[in-house]
């Protein structure tokens, strides 16, 4: 089984609509460095990171899902989704957590 290796971010980053269960932030609020993201898995390819809440210290992975690029070429978001860690499969309905480069 592989083992989880996303760095984990606070919850307290992003916006959350409960609606669309969506976490979304910009790039530069994670700073001059940006997303600190990983390897999901130690023997994949995969990148996402762990969302963490600071109240409750649950955490859930996520793992990009698409790369949202403009008519110019330009990246406008990318969209992760929630990770299943026992399955390593996308959650069907899960939540999602959209990052705009703005």
Known sequence: MATLKTPHISTDMFTYSGKTKT??????????????????????????????????????????????????????????RELNEKSGRLVENGLKVVIFND
């Open 23 to 80: 976490f979304a932030a910009e790039m530069s609020d994670f700073g001059p460095s940006g997303l600190p993201f990983g390897r999901v898995f130690d023997d994949a390819c995969d990148e996402g990171f762990t969302l963490m809440n600071p109240a409750t210290k649950g955490t859930r992975a996520f793992c990009l899902f698409q790369t949202h690029i403009d008519r110019e070429g330009d990246v406008t978001h990318w969209e992760y």
